[in-house]
């Protein structure tokens, strides 16, 4: 462990700038894979013995909350999953001139979300019909939707973002490497979503 964090220590030193946290990370992974500990190159051999299965533990009296955090990598289209509501007009009108030919249309739309309760500027909004699961988290109280969030942490311009952010707006990579962080200011570097 020590041979690792004087690792990540030295690399800091070596890549001082505007992303050495993230490079004395990758550095320190590099290293990990390389180590013994880490493989285990012997062949595997079948045997005819039986595995002794693990018992599974009881579970405890104590209420446990999670945040769970569905990365969802690929081909969602998320301005597609959850839209304002056709009875939202102006928000309606502005999205399906927005998304032209691929915004939703009517018949996709039947999974109602209640938004009353939001300070959002329509009482309602549509969930995609191909994703049903997502309602029924919601309606059932054990799950929020979170809209129009992202990287940035204050306001920029295309002439200053590179200096007030760590974020390179143009690659795939590392927003997502960003979005898995959820750490704008670089403040834990390599903690994972909220620490």
Not at 43 to 72: C, G, H, Q, W
Not at 136 to 148: H, P, R, T, V, W
Request: hydrophobic residues 35%.
């Amino acid at each position: 462990k020590n041979i690792l964090v004087n690792a990540y220590n030295a690399a800091l030193t070596k890549y001082s700038g505007v992303k050495e946290h993230k490079y004395a990370w990758i550095e320190t992974l590099q290293l990990a894979l390389t180590t013994p500990e880490f493989h285990a190159t012997n062949l595997a051999k079948m045997t005819k013995e039986v595995r002794i299965s693990t018992p599974s533990k009881e579970p405890k009296d104590n209420s446990y909350k999670a945040i769970v955090v569905l990365f969802l990598s690929g081909g969602l289209d998320s301005f597609n999953l959850l839209v304002p509501h056709k009875s939202c007009d102006d928000l309606h009108k502005s999205y399906s001139e927005v998304r032209d030919d691929v915004a939703l249309k009517a018949n996709q739309m039947n999974l109602v979300l209640d938004a009353t309760s939001s300070d959002q500027p329509c009482n309602k909004f549509a969930v995609h019909n191909l994703a049903p699961n997502f309602k029924k988290i919601y309606d059932d109280g054990e799950g929020i939707f979170l809209a129009n969030t992202g990287h940035l942490n204050k306001l920029v311009t295309k002439d200053n973002y590179r200096q007030e952010t760590g974020t390179d707006l143009f690659s795939h990579t590392s927003l997502r490497m960003d979005a898995w962080s959820v750490d704008p200011f670089k403040d834990e570097p390599g903690t994972g979503i909220l620490g």
